[in-house]
Protein backbone atom coordinates (compact mmCIF):
# COMPACT_ATOMS: atom_id res chain seq x y z
CA UNK A 1 0.00 0.00 0.00
CA UNK A 2 1.52 3.67 -0.73
CA UNK A 3 2.36 5.91 2.20
CA UNK A 4 -0.66 8.10 3.49
CA UNK A 5 -0.70 11.95 4.05
CA UNK A 6 -0.82 11.17 7.67
CA UNK A 7 2.34 8.39 7.43
CA UNK A 8 4.42 11.07 5.89
CA UNK A 9 3.16 14.18 8.48
CA UNK A 10 4.45 11.47 11.48
CA UNK A 11 7.51 11.45 10.08
CA UNK A 12 7.95 15.06 10.83
CA UNK A 13 6.56 14.66 14.27
CA UNK A 14 8.99 11.79 14.52
CA UNK A 15 12.18 13.71 13.43
CA UNK A 16 12.84 10.88 10.86
CA UNK A 17 13.65 12.60 7.37
CA UNK A 18 11.72 12.01 4.65
CA UNK A 19 13.20 11.01 1.41
CA UNK A 20 11.50 12.35 -2.07
CA UNK A 21 12.70 11.81 -5.47
CA UNK A 22 11.54 12.54 -8.64
CA UNK A 23 10.81 10.13 -11.57
CA UNK A 24 9.30 10.38 -14.93
CA UNK A 25 8.97 6.53 -16.02
CA UNK A 26 7.54 3.40 -15.34
CA UNK A 27 10.57 1.19 -14.22
CA UNK A 28 12.77 4.19 -12.66
CA UNK A 29 9.65 4.47 -10.90
CA UNK A 30 9.63 1.04 -10.12
CA UNK A 31 13.45 1.17 -9.09
CA UNK A 32 13.25 3.89 -6.70
CA UNK A 33 9.99 2.91 -5.26
CA UNK A 34 11.71 -0.92 -4.42
CA UNK A 35 14.77 1.35 -2.56
CA UNK A 36 12.32 2.57 0.18
CA UNK A 37 11.74 6.28 -1.09
CA UNK A 38 9.03 8.00 0.92
CA UNK A 39 7.81 10.44 -1.56
CA UNK A 40 8.04 10.05 -5.22
CA UNK A 41 7.62 13.33 -7.36
CA UNK A 42 6.44 13.23 -11.06
CA UNK A 43 8.01 17.00 -11.15
CA UNK A 44 7.34 18.89 -14.09
CA UNK A 45 11.29 19.23 -14.52
CA UNK A 46 10.43 16.63 -17.07
CA UNK A 47 10.17 18.91 -19.41
CA UNK A 48 14.08 19.46 -19.20
CA UNK A 49 15.28 16.27 -18.92
CA UNK A 50 12.88 13.85 -20.50
CA UNK A 51 11.80 15.89 -23.18
CA UNK A 52 14.57 18.16 -23.57
CA UNK A 53 12.95 21.56 -23.94
CA UNK A 54 14.02 24.95 -22.46
CA UNK A 55 12.08 25.50 -19.50
CA UNK A 56 9.11 23.30 -16.93
CA UNK A 57 6.66 26.22 -18.31
CA UNK A 58 6.64 24.43 -21.66
CA UNK A 59 5.15 20.95 -20.46
CA UNK A 60 1.54 20.27 -21.62
CA UNK A 61 -1.46 18.95 -19.16
CA UNK A 62 -1.53 16.19 -21.39
CA UNK A 63 2.03 16.00 -21.50
CA UNK A 64 1.54 15.63 -17.37
CA UNK A 65 -0.71 12.83 -17.38
CA UNK A 66 0.89 10.68 -19.82
CA UNK A 67 3.94 10.14 -17.74
CA UNK A 68 2.27 9.93 -14.29
CA UNK A 69 0.20 6.93 -15.91
CA UNK A 70 3.61 5.62 -16.51
CA UNK A 71 5.09 6.27 -13.63
CA UNK A 72 1.85 5.37 -11.19
CA UNK A 73 2.09 1.60 -13.16
CA UNK A 74 5.60 1.20 -11.02
CA UNK A 75 4.84 2.49 -7.26
CA UNK A 76 3.58 0.44 -4.88
CA UNK A 77 4.89 1.89 -1.46
CA UNK A 78 5.60 5.87 -1.98
CA UNK A 79 3.15 8.79 -1.66
CA UNK A 80 3.03 9.74 -5.20
CA UNK A 81 2.99 13.37 -6.18
CA UNK A 82 2.24 14.73 -9.71
CA UNK A 83 3.17 18.57 -10.58
CA UNK A 84 0.35 20.95 -11.94
CA UNK A 85 1.79 22.03 -15.02
CA UNK A 86 1.84 25.80 -15.68
CA UNK A 87 -1.72 26.96 -16.94
CA UNK A 88 -3.25 24.31 -15.31
CA UNK A 89 -3.53 26.23 -12.26
CA UNK A 90 -3.73 29.64 -13.12
CA UNK A 91 -6.80 29.95 -14.83
CA UNK A 92 -9.97 29.42 -12.67
CA UNK A 93 -10.40 27.36 -9.47
CA UNK A 94 -13.25 24.99 -11.47
CA UNK A 95 -10.93 24.34 -14.21
CA UNK A 96 -7.64 24.06 -11.26
CA UNK A 97 -10.25 21.34 -9.70
CA UNK A 98 -10.69 19.30 -13.07
CA UNK A 99 -7.06 19.19 -14.76
CA UNK A 100 -6.05 18.60 -10.39
CA UNK A 101 -8.80 15.19 -10.97
CA UNK A 102 -7.21 14.38 -13.94
CA UNK A 103 -3.89 14.02 -12.24
CA UNK A 104 -5.52 11.72 -9.42
CA UNK A 105 -7.28 9.68 -11.95
CA UNK A 106 -3.91 8.66 -13.62
CA UNK A 107 -2.80 7.46 -10.57
CA UNK A 108 -1.38 10.32 -8.20
CA UNK A 109 -1.99 10.79 -4.61
CA UNK A 110 -1.72 14.29 -4.35
CA UNK A 111 -0.81 17.47 -6.52
CA UNK A 112 2.00 20.14 -6.41
CA UNK A 113 1.62 23.50 -6.55
CA UNK A 114 3.79 26.44 -7.05
CA UNK A 115 3.12 29.71 -5.00
CA UNK A 116 1.30 31.63 -2.69
CA UNK A 117 -0.76 34.59 -4.23
CA UNK A 118 -4.43 34.54 -2.65
CA UNK A 119 -5.69 32.61 -6.21
CA UNK A 120 -3.66 29.83 -5.27
CA UNK A 121 -4.65 29.95 -1.21
CA UNK A 122 -8.54 29.88 -2.45
CA UNK A 123 -7.45 27.24 -5.01
CA UNK A 124 -5.55 25.04 -2.67
CA UNK A 125 -8.60 25.40 0.03
CA UNK A 126 -11.03 24.12 -2.51
CA UNK A 127 -8.88 20.99 -3.08
CA UNK A 128 -8.35 20.34 0.38
CA UNK A 129 -12.13 19.97 0.71
CA UNK A 130 -12.83 18.45 -2.67
CA UNK A 131 -10.08 15.48 -0.98
CA UNK A 132 -7.23 16.49 -2.92
CA UNK A 133 -4.18 16.46 -1.31
CA UNK A 134 -1.62 19.49 -2.45
CA UNK A 135 1.74 19.92 -1.41
CA UNK A 136 2.89 23.63 -1.72
CA UNK A 137 6.74 24.84 -3.13
CA UNK A 138 8.32 28.01 -2.19
CA UNK A 139 11.40 29.79 -2.58
CA UNK A 140 12.84 29.11 -5.93
CA UNK A 141 9.78 28.29 -7.91
CA UNK A 142 10.62 27.08 -11.63
CA UNK A 143 7.26 28.12 -13.18
CA UNK A 144 7.81 31.96 -12.20
CA UNK A 145 11.33 32.12 -13.53
CA UNK A 146 10.97 34.88 -15.75
CA UNK A 147 10.00 36.99 -13.05
CA UNK A 148 12.16 35.76 -10.42
CA UNK A 149 15.24 36.45 -13.30
CA UNK A 150 16.84 33.10 -13.37
CA UNK A 151 17.97 30.36 -10.68
CA UNK A 152 18.04 32.73 -8.31
CA UNK A 153 18.22 31.84 -4.13
CA UNK A 154 16.00 33.30 -2.64
CA UNK A 155 15.41 34.28 1.66
CA UNK A 156 19.00 35.58 1.58
CA UNK A 157 17.89 38.15 4.07
CA UNK A 158 16.00 37.75 7.27
CA UNK A 159 13.10 40.04 6.26
CA UNK A 160 12.68 37.85 2.87
CA UNK A 161 13.03 34.74 5.26
CA UNK A 162 10.01 35.99 7.02
CA UNK A 163 8.11 36.77 4.17
CA UNK A 164 8.60 33.20 2.91
CA UNK A 165 7.89 31.92 6.68
CA UNK A 166 4.57 33.85 5.95
CA UNK A 167 3.63 32.05 2.76
CA UNK A 168 4.54 28.96 4.31
CA UNK A 169 1.71 29.53 7.23
CA UNK A 170 -0.46 30.64 4.81
CA UNK A 171 -0.37 27.60 2.45
CA UNK A 172 -0.48 25.53 5.94
CA UNK A 173 -3.43 27.35 7.12
CA UNK A 174 -5.20 26.71 3.23
CA UNK A 175 -4.50 22.77 4.24
CA UNK A 176 -0.88 21.35 2.08
CA UNK A 177 0.14 18.82 3.83
CA UNK A 178 3.83 19.30 3.21
CA UNK A 179 6.24 22.06 1.33
CA UNK A 180 8.71 21.90 -1.21
CA UNK A 181 11.07 24.95 -0.52
CA UNK A 182 13.54 25.53 -3.22
CA UNK A 183 17.04 27.25 -3.49
CA UNK A 184 17.38 28.73 -0.12
CA UNK A 185 19.97 29.51 2.39
CA UNK A 186 19.94 26.51 4.94
CA UNK A 187 19.52 29.05 8.21
CA UNK A 188 16.71 30.49 6.31
CA UNK A 189 14.90 27.06 5.03
CA UNK A 190 15.51 25.59 9.18
CA UNK A 191 13.82 28.99 10.50
CA UNK A 192 10.82 27.86 8.40
CA UNK A 193 10.91 24.22 8.81
CA UNK A 194 11.00 25.12 12.92
CA UNK A 195 8.16 27.18 12.83
CA UNK A 196 5.32 25.11 10.69
CA UNK A 197 3.38 22.60 11.43
CA UNK A 198 3.94 20.77 7.94
CA UNK A 199 6.78 19.24 6.99
CA UNK A 200 9.51 20.98 4.82
CA UNK A 201 11.04 19.31 1.25
CA UNK A 202 14.09 20.90 0.76
CA UNK A 203 16.01 21.20 -2.45
CA UNK A 204 19.05 23.29 -2.32
CA UNK A 205 17.80 24.14 1.32
CA UNK A 206 20.42 22.77 3.67
CA UNK A 207 20.16 19.92 5.85
CA UNK A 208 17.10 20.87 8.28
CA UNK A 209 14.12 20.46 6.31
CA UNK A 210 11.81 17.58 7.44
CA UNK A 211 13.06 15.42 4.05
CA UNK A 212 15.25 16.26 0.86
CA UNK A 213 14.06 15.96 -3.11
CA UNK A 214 16.28 15.73 -5.99
CA UNK A 215 15.28 15.37 -9.49
CA UNK A 216 16.19 11.61 -10.08
CA UNK A 217 18.46 11.86 -13.19
CA UNK A 218 20.57 14.80 -11.43
CA UNK A 219 21.26 11.77 -8.85
CA UNK A 220 21.79 9.45 -11.94
CA UNK A 221 24.28 11.26 -13.91
CA UNK A 222 21.77 11.34 -16.65
CA UNK A 223 21.38 14.90 -17.51
CA UNK A 224 24.19 16.99 -17.76
CA UNK A 225 22.67 20.63 -19.64
CA UNK A 226 22.96 21.30 -16.05
CA UNK A 227 24.18 20.23 -12.79
CA UNK A 228 22.79 22.10 -9.83
CA UNK A 229 25.66 22.89 -6.94
CA UNK A 230 23.34 20.82 -4.24
CA UNK A 231 22.61 17.79 -6.31
CA UNK A 232 24.56 14.71 -5.41
CA UNK A 233 25.62 12.71 -8.22
CA UNK A 234 25.69 8.71 -6.98
CA UNK A 235 26.26 7.48 -10.50
CA UNK A 236 26.98 8.48 -14.26
CA UNK A 237 24.16 6.74 -16.10
CA UNK A 238 26.03 9.17 -18.92
CA UNK A 239 28.59 7.10 -19.20
CA UNK A 240 27.02 3.93 -18.35
CA UNK A 241 24.99 4.72 -21.82
CA UNK A 242 27.90 6.00 -23.69
CA UNK A 243 30.24 2.95 -23.16
CA UNK A 244 27.04 0.62 -23.40
CA UNK A 245 25.99 1.98 -26.84
CA UNK A 246 29.46 2.38 -28.01
CA UNK A 247 30.68 -1.12 -27.37
CA UNK A 248 27.16 -2.44 -28.88
CA UNK A 249 28.46 -0.42 -32.19
CA UNK A 250 31.78 -2.36 -32.07
CA UNK A 251 29.68 -5.50 -31.31
CA UNK A 252 27.77 -5.04 -34.66
CA UNK A 253 30.30 -3.67 -36.98
CA UNK A 254 32.76 -6.98 -36.07
CA UNK A 255 29.88 -8.78 -36.20
CA UNK A 256 29.90 -10.66 -32.75
CA UNK A 257 26.76 -9.69 -32.20
CA UNK A 258 24.67 -11.69 -32.51
CA UNK A 259 26.10 -15.00 -31.45
CA UNK A 260 24.70 -18.22 -31.46
CA UNK A 261 22.68 -18.23 -28.30
CA UNK A 262 20.93 -14.50 -29.22
CA UNK A 263 19.74 -16.08 -32.73
CA UNK A 264 17.15 -18.30 -33.24
CA UNK A 265 17.63 -21.76 -35.14
CA UNK A 266 16.29 -23.55 -38.37
CA UNK A 267 16.19 -27.08 -37.84
CA UNK A 268 18.89 -29.00 -39.92
CA UNK A 269 16.40 -30.82 -42.45
CA UNK A 270 14.89 -27.25 -42.59
CA UNK A 271 17.77 -25.68 -43.61
CA UNK A 272 18.84 -28.74 -46.05
CA UNK A 273 15.17 -28.09 -48.23
CA UNK A 274 16.24 -24.56 -47.77
CA UNK A 275 19.45 -25.72 -50.03
CA UNK A 276 17.58 -28.13 -52.58
CA UNK A 277 15.66 -25.02 -53.18
CA UNK A 278 18.30 -23.38 -54.93
O1 LIG B 1 9.71 19.54 -11.05
C1 LIG B 1 10.47 19.16 -10.15
O2 LIG B 1 11.31 18.28 -10.33
C2 LIG B 1 10.33 19.79 -8.84
C3 LIG B 1 11.36 19.45 -7.82
C4 LIG B 1 12.61 20.13 -8.17
C5 LIG B 1 10.92 19.74 -6.45
O3 LIG B 1 9.45 20.54 -8.61
Known sequence: MRNSIQKIQNFKLQHKKITALTAYDYSTAKYIDEAGVDIILVGDSLSQVVLGLENTTDISMDEMLIFTRAVSRGVKNALL????????????IKNTAKNACKLIKAGA???????????II??????????????GHL????????????????????SRTVEILNQAKRLEEAGCFA??????????A????????????????????????????DILGKYDRFKPKFARQYV????????????YCVDVENASFPNVSESFELEYKEV???????
Open 139 to 158: GFTPLSINSLGGHRIQGKDA
Open 272 to 278: CELENHK
Open 81 to 92: VADMPFMSFQED
Open 179 to 188: IVLELMPDKS
Open 190 to 217: QYITQRINIPTIGIGAGVDCDGQILVSD
Open 122 to 135: DSIKHLSQIGIPVM
Open 236 to 247: SLKDIILNAAKQ
Open 109 to 119: NAVKMEGSSDF
